[in-house]
């Protein structure tokens, strides 16, 4: 009987000797019935795109839902040629301008990838036409490639002056950059948008690479992906699969010319169809979760991931909309894609495009799995209200919930261990549980007489009730159920193998309680 009751005792201690896995599952979606509930918010997702593209006047437009890595759903609607009354169709061709900047960047960190450059070098190894650039400060440091993907080199937003800019030939840009450039801030100390800046990413892509970009981008990203509609040349699209761009004025379409592709491309000029973007946005997608499993490329996944975190900061803004609820905006730029949070979504990814003739949008939610594209050949299409509608749509069907984090096998069993101990305490478990930091941050004893507190109050008799909500592999909390009333129990593990408790809180809750995190604005 002794011995029976000395394993008992040091059963934990054994558990933590012979080691738990802290290698946690990937996030996971816990409804299968997600895609199903999507999918009833599309026809009011259409109504809404067909009154956006009459009430704005948008000639023709297209339009796609991706789920889970396919385009789930495609809308059509309008003119792609308003002369010869021809409709736009599922294959259309349409301008993307700006949005050209991700595949940009993509090359970039494909070639980091293999060892052909580093984001930390100064962009005058690769384009020595800026080695004479005059900096505005003494103690500027040199523009690298990182400061040229989110738009932190320092140049002055250039919109209207670099939407002009797309027929340059590569000796007309190689002379204006000798030329100089001018600075409206130091480098590495702002965001300003700068077309030119991705430019000059696009001459680096060309001269480490020794082809030309649109060469290497079709070859090494859009043939891979599947994306073979998508072009850098309007004249490689067939006729009868091109959008044609207007602008409104005095009532009237008036159509824009088809600008060519020359050395200032790599910011904006790619053209492609409903299809081929979505591919491009499941691409995007599919490089979350962190997880396991083949890296089918053609760029890691983990590189892929990188590009869309925040690397500058560009503001934010907290308000209360006209119904007094609160609307937070909060990001910066990545690499090629801009990066928010909001009151709904914790991370959602985008990029716009306008030229003269054209409109598009491409935003996605990592967590959630799903994003939406949109093209029209209106200029400078303005898809930002009907897309924030379109998402809100799908959020009340109830299957825009974000993937799960998944507990790590060690947090599950520091989970019943601490149960146990809050249940009935013990000076074995609770020191083979504690990490070296616990008792020193509040002493054993008062730990102790606290939880004892805490369970006399709710009625005693506790035991865990469901499973763990975790936050991540290594931190999560439960309910414990007890005779009256009812605990919540939090930790987090220390980083040390094996990983033991470096935090724990035991509180009071409601029974109607629940353990879901709170949401960002309240």
Same mark, same amino acid.
């Given at each position: ?200 990413? !696009?001459?680096?892509?060309? /001269?480490?690479? #020794?082809?030309? +970009?649109?060469?290497?981008? *079709? &070859?090494?990203? $859009? ?100 119904? !007094?609820?609160?609307?937070? /905006?909060?990001? #910066?730029?990545? +690499?090629?894609?801009?990066? *928010? &949070?909001?009151? $709904? ?178």
């Amino acid at each position: 009987m002794r011995h029976s009751l000395l394993l008992l005792l040091l059963a934990p201690t054994i558990a933590l000797a012979q080691g738990t896995s802290s290698h946690a599952p990937a996030p996971a979606f816990t409804d299968p019935q997600r895609l199903a509930k999507l999918s009833s918010a599309f026809p009011a997702i259409d109504r809404m795109m067909r009154e956006f593209a009459e009430r704005a006047k948008v000639p023709g437009i297209g339009y796609g839902i991706i789920v889970d890595g396919k385009v789930v759903h495609l809308g059509i609607s309008g003119l792609r040629d308003v002369k010869a009354n021809a409709p736009v169709e599922s294959t259309t061709v349409f301008r993307i301008a700006s949005m050209t900047k991700s595949f940009t960047a993509l090359a970039i960190l494909q070639l980091r990838d293999a060892g052909r450059l580093s984001l930390e070098d100064p962009a005058e190894k690769y384009v020595p036409e800026l080695r004479r650039l005059r900096y505005p400060t003494s103690d500027s440091p040199k523009i690298t490639i990182r400061h040229l993907l989110s738009h932190s080199e320092g140049f002055p937003e250039d919109n209207p002056w670099g939407d002009q800019q797309l027929s340059r030939t590569d000796a007309e840009m190689a002379a204006m950059m000798r030329q100089g450039i001018p600075f409206s801030t130091a480098p590495g100390t702002n965001y300003e948008y700068s077309n030119y800046g991705f430019a000059i990413l !696009g001459r680096i892509v060309a /001269n480490v690479s #020794g082809m030309p +970009y649109a060469r290497y981008v *079709r &070859q090494r990203i $859009l043939l891979p992906l599947g994306m073979t509609v998508t072009t850098l040349e309007a004249s490689q699209v067939p006729a009868t699969r091109l959008a044609h761009g207007y602008r409104r004025q005095d009532d009237q379409w008036l159509e824009e010319a088809q600008l060519p592709d020359g050395s200032f491309g790599a910011m904006g000029g790619m053209l492609t169809s409903i299809a081929d973007l979505g591919k491009w946005v499941a691409f995007m997608l599919d490089a979350w979760p962190a997880r396991d499993g083949p890296d089918r490329g053609p760029v890691r996944r983990s590189s892929v991931r990188e590009m869309q975190q925040v690397t500058r900061y560009n503001g934010g803004t907290a308000i209360r909309d006209a119904n !007094g609820m609160p609307q937070l /905006n909060a990001g #910066g730029y990545g +690499y090629g894609l801009g990066i *928010r &949070q909001t009151c $709904l979504f914790r991370v959602s990814v985008s990029h716009t495009g306008g030229l003269p003739g054209f409109g598009s949008l491409m935003r996605w939610l990592p967590d959630q799995g799903v994003g939406i594209v949109a093209l029209g050949n209106l200029t400078y299409t303005g898809w930002g209200g009907v897309a924030e509608q379109s998402l809100a749509e799908l959020a009340k069907t109830g299957g825009l919930e974000a993937r799960a984090p998944q507990p790590a096998p060690v947090l599950v069993l520091r989970r019943e261990q601490v149960s146990r101990l809050v249940a009935q305490w013990s000076e074995p478990l609770a020191d083979s549980l504690a990490a070296m930091n616990l008792y020193l941050d509040e002493p054993k004893s008062r730990r102790q007489a606290a939880i004892a507190g805490l369970v006399a109050t709710a009625g005693g008799n506790c035991r865990p009730e469901g499973g763990i909500v975790a936050e991540n592999a290594l931190r999560g909390r439960w309910r414990m159920r007890c005779g009256t009333g009812d605990l919540r129990v939090t930790i987090t593990l220390a980083p040390t193998e094996p990983a033991t408790v470096q935090f724990l809180d035991v509180v009071p809750m409601r029974r109607d309680e629940s353990l879901a995190p709170p949401a960002v604005c309240r």
